[in-house]
């Protein structure tokens, strides 16, 4: 490990997210509210510490994948905890593992909350939560990429630890032209959606929140009722589509800015994306249609937002779903395991896994009625090598193996097994509510401080795909000389 | 600027490199999987699978957009095919590597057919370099800028007449019009100024005319005696260009070879050179051959460490020069160290060809570069621009100008005439200049001004 440009890069990590604090510090000066303090000393706090450790003298500035890893899993480490501090400073969360979970919840694009009462909270930590959710969604360091001029061959390595799929690529030959190229579509789809909440008759200050909760996949809202509050079908039409499209590969958006649309079409991840999204629809209408609702535009209306929110691992909600039919729900429990597109703000499994696993799955048939038998796995055409291949069957290992771990921990404090089980899966999948108590109308103020140390690492675990996170807490990584 | 290149091999990999580190847009198309994952992990270049005749595939790598496209397969045919295709697919510029002789006879009518920039034959430009190393035996190393009017040579300082001299006196003491642009003191290197000194050991760049540079050496007693007869091992390639340059030279050449069929095909190739068939390696068929009495050897079998012992074994024999053939570039520093005076690396040559047309390419406007060369193991760049219309000093003396550290003008080309450049002289509109300067990058005359630099 280069533990010295590993630390180099982490202070400029800390100077960014001072920055990413002032639109927030300036929100709670307008207001005149008591948390402008508390971020005044984190701005500082940050920037002391950030300056001073981006200070050090480099050996050498070679970037190999480990450090890659390591510099992505300790940077949003720190930038969590740093991320905590308002909360704990301003007074509106006392206890520091609440506001961790909060923060950690913010910016790996969860939306879990700990907050009984969030309308009582100042703006300026609202306006925070809800940054930290659009920040989180395309990744802080791909933003230290996109604005440090210094992006060089290693540097993919960091992109590729933090954007999440299997195989995050480029769209251009440089890294940080890369970078830049996918902040200037997630700002603009991000400024679209804002100005089109204003319209539909939003405050702007709520609309920014929605946005942001939306192009991150987050899912803050600063109302306790989530979107249910304005009850606005407007609204909640702007927000299904956006949530839509923010969980859709950011890389078919720059295909189709080229002019490529039929890009959209070909790609099989983005068919099996939708045809999942309309399904679930369908499934969940005719079967909440005359039990929990009476009309069939209603069930319309809060299924497509319902599917939409959680497929994408938004986690938004228009209606308390806890009271839906148990297949409905069974329906939104798959739909958090399988998540968004890769390359997009969503979290989860992501739907070009699932598709590969299917695919894998339909050939060890295959090779039983013909075993010598010759079939190599193709997505789009192109043979998806043996390596990638066994790479996606360890993840879905990997990530059943976390959630089965976190479940264990979790359910040591007695909650019900609905709770447990789906507490569990909606943090490592960054959705936000899961089912009973953790439900849309519920929070996690009432799970113990172990279990929120749990949720709040899954948290992390889901957002960077467990590797990063394991390979920091992996002795061998850390070592000078690793045999 | 956007370049395609086809090809992930060893050239490949190098131009990705070099080019990608100024700021072009490089896609490398490749078939390999393992070829390009070495190049995505270590380079921040774009990798496209698939091959580079496809069109699908080149249009997939962007070929629509590209301003360049590099074939550097390994086979001629695909190189071609390639840029043709990327021609029609609309790409600028092509560059193919073409190394078949029976190409390279028909080149012109290719170039025009397929619509090729530049064709470049490794093993042509390496029997280029070598034949430019017998003409001048005494220098390590030759560049050649202004089309041939000026000469950068590589000349070690051991027991000349000028150690112990500062730069500034030295025309004192030698009469010929000469500079010297950088110099080499163990791993430290310099661009020196007037009272610099000269000490045992040092590796001087001398810039200047051709007949100057040779005047200086043959002063300080470097250019003895000239290369008559000269022994090559590997009849290969290169030594069938090779003999084709020195042929117009006047020096005779004896080919050793250890394949009949080769031998009797070079016999009809090269009709007035002594062709032996044996095995090169053997020290008492070198010595029969009377290696000894050889003004120059050397070596260019396809193996690399067969090319290092035989160049070693005739250095050890007092060959006069030597020179040995070596494709990998993993040990220039342990080689340097074996007292071999020359190391060609055909693939380095090819490398160093086309990122200098891509240059020539990128500066096609305003001040454009010339030519660059690495030198000194690329720690230095000299680099030949055409003063323009936009540059800032024209007829500024040069005494005037405070320069960027470490850079230099070397040379300045007027009309035919050469000028090594003192305090009075300065650049007027059209010359080509000659800069020696250790920071790369430099892509415009404008460039080697230091801020606030004319001063008054």
């Known amino acids: ?483 | 600027m956007k370049i395609i290149i086809v090809g992930d091999g060893k050239v490949g990999y190098s131009l990705a490199e070099t080019l990608s580190q100024e700021d072009n847009d490089i896609i490398v198309i490749d078939k390999s999987d393992e070829a390009l994952r070495k190049a995505s992990e270590n380079l921040d270049v774009m990798c496209v699978r698939g091959s580079g005749v496809s069109a699908r595939v080149m249009i997939e790598a962007g070929v629509r957009q590209a301003d360049l496209v590099i074939a550097a397969t390994s086979r001629d045919e695909l190189n071609m095919v390639c840029c043709l295709t990327a021609k029609r697919l609309g790409a600028g510029h092509t560059v193919a590597r073409i190394r078949d002789p029976e190409y390279t006879d028909e080149l012109s009518i290719l170039k025009h057919e397929l619509g090729l920039d530049l064709v470049i034959n490794p093993e042509q430009a390496a029997a280029g370099e070598i034949a430019q190393l017998l003409r001048f035996p005494s220098a390590v190393n030759i560049e050649v800028f202004a089309r041939g009017r000026v000469e950068i040579v590589e000349i070690l300082a051991d027991d000349t007449p000028i150690v112990g001299m500062q730069l500034k006196n030295i025309h004192r003491a030698i009469s010929s019009d000469i500079l010297i642009g950088a110099v080499l003191r163990g791993e430290d290197l310099v661009i020196p100024n007037g009272d610099f000194e000269i000490q045992k050991g040092d590796i001087l760049y001398v810039v200047g005319s051709p007949s100057s540079v040779y005047n200086f050496c043959r002063q300080i007693g470097k250019c003895t005696q000239k290369i008559r007869n000269i022994m090559v091992v590997g009849g290969g390639r290169i030594a069938y260009y090779l003999v084709q340059l020195l042929r117009k030279n006047d020096m005779k050449v004896k080919i050793v070879d250890n394949n009949r069929e080769r031998c009797l095909e070079l016999t009809e190739l090269l009709p007035d050179t002594l062709i032996i068939h044996g095995d090169g390696s053997d020290e008492s068929l070198l010595l029969s051959e009377n290696v000894r009495d050889m003004d120059a050897f050397i070596s260019l079998t396809g193996n690399d460490e067969v090319n290092l012992m035989m160049a070693f074994t005739a250095k050890q024999l007092n060959v006069g020069k030597v020179v040995a053939k070596v494709t990998r570039t993993d040990y220039p520093h342990v080689i340097k160290t074996m007292g071999i005076d020359n190391i060609i690396n055909p693939k380095l040559i090819t490398t160093n060809h086309i990122v200098r047309y891509v240059r020539g390419l990128k500066n096609a406007i305003g001040n454009p570069i010339e030519t660059l060369y690495r030198i000194i193991n690329g720690k230095a760049e000299a680099i030949e621009f055409i003063a323009g219309t936009s540059t800032r000093f024209l007829n500024v003396p040069l005494k005037k100008l405070r320069l960027v550290e470490n850079t230099l003008v070397a040379a300045i080309a007027r009309k035919g005439k050469i000028i090594i450049p003192h305090g009075n002289d300065s650049i007027r509109l059209g010359d080509s200049v000659i800069v020696v300067t250790m920071n790369s990058g430099l892509t415009d005359l404008n460039e080697i001004l230091a801020p606030g630099g004319i001063l008054e």
């Open chain 1, 1 to 483: 490990m280069n533990i010295r440009l590993i630390v180099k890069n982490l202070g400029y990590v800390l100077v960014i997210e001072a920055a990413c604090m002032l639109p927030s510090l300036l929100v709670s000066l307008a207001c005149g509210q008591p948390d402008f303090t508390a971020f005044l000393i984190t701005i500082l706090l940050l920037i002391a510490t950030g300056m001073a450790i981006s200070r050090i003298r480099v050996e050498h500035d070679d970037l190999y994948t480990r450090d890659g890893f390591a510099i992505v899993a300790l940077g949003w480490l720190l930038i969590s905890v740093f991320g905590a501090l308002p909360f704990l400073f301003s007074g509106a969360i006392p206890r520091f593992i609440d506001a961790f979970f909060e923060s950690v919840s913010g910016f790996t694009t969860t939306g879990s909350t700990i907050l009984t009462d969030i309308e009582s909270v100042p703006k300026g930590l609202l306006l925070w939560r809800s940054f930290t959710h659009w920040i989180g969604g395309m990744g802080v360091l791909v933003l230290t990429l996109a604005i440090l001029p210094s992006a060089k061959a290693g540097s993919l390595h960091i992109m590729q630890a933090e954007s999440p799929g299997p195989a995050p690529g480029k769209l251009v030959p440089k890294v940080g032209q890369t970078a830049k190229i996918l902040y200037a579509i997630y700002i603009a789809m991000t400024l679209v959606q804002v100005i089109l909440l204003i319209i539909a008759g939003l405050p702007v200050y709520d609309a920014f929140i929605h946005a942001f909760g939306t192009a991150g996949t987050g899912g803050f809202s600063n109302m306790n009722r989530s979107v249910g509050e304005y009850n606005n079908v407007a609204v909640e039409i702007i927000i299904t589509v956006f949530m839509f499209i923010f969980g859709v590969n950011f890389s078919l958006y720059y295909q189709g800015l080229k002019g490529n649309f039929k890009a959209f079409w070909r790609d099989e991840e983005f068919r099996f994306y939708t045809g999942t999204v309309v399904i679930a629809i369908a499934l969940i209408v005719i079967n909440t249609l005359g039990t929990v609702y009476q009309g069939f535009w209603d069930s319309l209306r809060y299924a497509s937002f319902q599917v939409s929110s959680i497929i994408t691992t938004t986690g938004y909600s228009t209606v308390d779903f806890n009271l839906w039919p148990v297949f409905s729900k069974a329906i939104l429990v798959v739909l958090m395991l399988v998540g968004a597109c890769a390359g997009s703000t969503g979290g989860a499994l992501k739907c070009i896994r699932i598709v590969l696993l299917f695919k894998a799955a339909r050939r060890e048939i295959v090779k039983i009625i013909h075993p010598r038998s010759v079939h190599t796995v193709k997505i789009g055409g192109k043979v998806v090598s043996e390596e990638a291949l066994g790479a996606v069957m360890s993840y879905f290992f990997l990530y059943m193996a976390v959630l089965v771990v976190s479940t264990l921990i979790v359910a040591l404090e007695g909650k019900d097994p609905v709770t447990s089980v789906t507490a569990v899966i909606c943090t490592i999948g960054n959705v936000g509510p899961g089912l009973g108590v953790a439900g849309p109308v519920g929070n996690f103020s009432s799970f113990s401080l172990l279990s929120k140390i749990v949720l709040s690492v899954d948290m992390l675990i889901g957002r960077l795909e467990i590797l990063p996170v394991l390979v920091m807490f992996s002795p061998s990584s850390w070592k000078r000389v690793n045999i």
